[in-house]
């Protein structure tokens, strides 16, 4: 059975305010977009969706439930994840300036591929994502329909496409803006210092945050 249509446009207006609203996965876009170029920015934003299938998948099967439940396991996802943000914001901090850098060497640590990849990783393991998919789906599953789990994964794969469209195009426009202060090396290397910064605080707040 699939979602109704006035079920199905409900979660996605929903969806739409929650992934426009400021958060992590907001500013690492932005930050990579201005710092990198509008490929890798909409390359590390398209990655940070397909993230959410993770969670789509844990949620329908009802795994992040039993995650929740346990501290121990819960903590160690957010001291994973933390340290994850951390190591991204080291590797930015080393950059030599992203788009000259590309020009001149194409380093191949700065490829789209990779920052999908980070992207996605990223948003695989951050705890406070499973515990939104699990707290934000279900509100919007018609439990007189039946099929529960099948119902949450059609939500989820329908939050997971319109974040791809939302990161997508805030990558875009993030890199556009990017390019002309990517124009010097010393602003390019300051938008690294910057996003690697922001990475770091982020992780270091999931670490260390209740």
Known sequence: ??????????????????TLSPGPDNLM?????????????????LGCAAGCLS????????ISALLAASPLA???????????????GWQAWHSQGSLLDKQHSQDARDTAGRL??????????????????????????????GQIAWQTAQLGLLFTTQAAVVFGLMGYFAG???RWLNTSRQRSRLLDRIAGTLFALLGLKLILGR
């Open 55 to 62: 969670h789509t998948l844990l949620a329908a099967l009802g």
């Open 1 to 18: 059975m699939l979602l109704g249509m006035e079920q199905a446009l409900g979660f996605l207006a929903a969806a739409v305010l929650v």
């Open 116 to 145: 999908f990849a980070k992207g996605l990783l990223a948003n695989a393991i951050n705890p406070k994502v499973v515990l939104f998919f699990l707290a934000f789906l279900p509100q919007f599953v018609i439990s007189q329909h």
């Open 74 to 88: 819960f903590a160690a996802l957010k001291i994973a994840g933390g340290l994850y943000l951390v190591w991204l």
């Open 29 to 45: 876009v932005l930050s990579l977009g201005m710092a990198k170029g509008r490929r890798h920015g909409m390359a590390f934003g």
């Open 176 to 178: 556009h803006a990017g």
